[in-house]
């Protein structure tokens, strides 16, 4: 089993930037890939960022390219994701969640995630 806690969620004004964390505990040497995911007011939960723990490859979804960083820090066993430029549609519920294998092709796929955390809350206001 993995835990997953995320913080760093708070209210911000637009084009401000924001850190969230997300530490791991558990059996994480079965995990290889960390994603966020975020979910919205009344809409279905959408993939954000991936990263594979090994090599560090990334995939990102189009709304936030160029404005988000997904990173780790193994040492501490915990995943980031820098969050510029926000926008008020970037207001949702973030969650960090884990799996066994990085592939590209299947990064956003929520299935590819076993372990998921219970959320840290973004609002940006305009």
């Known amino acids: 089993q993995v835990q997953l806690v995320e913080s760093g969620g708070r209210e911000v004004q637009s084009g401000d930037s924001l850190k969230l964390s997300c530490v791991a505990s558990?059996?994480?040497?079965?995990?290889?890939?960390m994603s966020w995911f975020r979910q919205g007011t009344w809409k279905e939960r959408e993939f954000v960022a991936a990263?594979?723990?090994?090599?560090?490859?990334?995939t990102y979804a189009d709304s936030v390219k160029g404005r988000f960083t997904i990173s780790t820090d193994s040492s501490k066993n915990t995943g980031y994701l820098q969050m510029n430029s926000l926008k008020p549609e970037d207001t949702a519920l973030y969650f960090c969640a884990r799996g066994d294998t990085y592939r590209a092709a299947t990064a956003m796929n929520r299935s590819s995630y076993r372990y998921w955390g219970q959320g840290t809350q973004v609002t940006v206001s305009s």
């Open positions: 990263i594979g723990w090994n090599y560090g490859h990334t």
């Open positions: 558990g059996r994480t040497s079965d995990t290889n890939a």
